[in-house]
């Protein structure tokens, strides 16, 4: 008998441990307010500093659902790679503060399970900061109840920034470097709550709206019918952040770049170039149509953009790097790809499009494959 309950104790930790997914559906929509969405963050200190760096430019939003609390209070946030810290608007931000008022707040005092932390906290965008306090209370989200998670209550959002966006707020999944002192990043606090076996989570986003789901964020495991071929595995380079390294930079036949790093993240829209890679691909680019990155549709006339990434070549074509707009009668395209005053890349969405991602955090890698469109 005894042996028995210790089988089926042992059977059910089976299904428990290794099966276990949390499927997070994405829905996408293009900001028709054109407004600047989210940046790389500044990661040479140990504050969490977001630039701003895009402006006018028509961006693709991913973003999913989670609730906060008992009972549970509803928000769309990003899941975003490129940071580790989770917050969302607070019902104690001021009237005056649009931004905050435009989005669905959270309400520390109607929820049972919130506990305070008596921190306070400031994050830094190129414009401005959004600031509050810290609290924990439990986070529900693809099906399970996360206790104790730490986030940001923002009681102050820079209106530039956050007026328009869709979401309330954002869900960190990078790896601490960048988090709150004496927190646990949402994705270890999951491993180590035994939430997955599998320390990883993938990312899939379709490009393009009007298809729902738009993407999925797999967490403990990867969908094989989502890429061709095989994953290839390459080291992250910077501990605690997804960052890999590109060895060189091809467009064309014409080398553009060197051996930098480059962060995978889902919170940015664009590909972002270091400056002297940039300057160097726009010499490959025929006629730029005006100097907010409009350029003609014909795509022939464009060089395919190279990243060579642990020893293996990612191609990005022009129909992967121009976004298509309407202005006026006429059809016009948007240079999806943007500089950056870093010596690393970002590769956000328009990466992420044609490229599957699976980050490992216990072998500290990530994996990289063809995604089915
Ligand atoms: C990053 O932040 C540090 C410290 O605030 C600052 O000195 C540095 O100029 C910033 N780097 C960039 C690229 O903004
Ligand atoms: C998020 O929740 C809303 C209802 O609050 C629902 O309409 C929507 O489909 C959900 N979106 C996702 C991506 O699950
Ligand atoms: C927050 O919840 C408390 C308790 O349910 C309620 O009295 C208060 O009006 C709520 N505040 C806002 C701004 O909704
Ligand atoms: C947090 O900010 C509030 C409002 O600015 C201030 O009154 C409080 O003293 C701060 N608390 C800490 C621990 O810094
Ligand atoms: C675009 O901006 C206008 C003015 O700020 C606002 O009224 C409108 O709701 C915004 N649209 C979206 C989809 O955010």
Redesign the pocket.
Known sequence: MLRKVFLLLAALDQTLGSGKLLRVPLHSRINPNKSELFLPRNITDGNERLRVALKSRQNVEYFGNISMGTPEQHFTVIFDTGSSNTWLPSTNCPKSNAACQRHRQYNSSSSSSHVQD???FTLWYGSGSVLG?LSRDTLHFAGVDVPDVVFGEVVFQQQTVFNAVSFDGLVGLSLGRLAWRNTTPFLKLLCTQGFIAECIFSVYLRRGPGKSPSGEILIGGIDKSLFEGQLHYVPIILSHSWMVEIEQTVAGSTKIGDEAGAILDTGTSLVLMPLKTYYKFLESVPVLLGNDNYISCKLKSLPIIYLHIGGKVFPLTPADYLVEMVRGHEKICILAVAPVKMDFWVLGDVFLWRYYTVYDATANRIGLAKAVR
């Open positions: 008596g921190r306070n306090y």
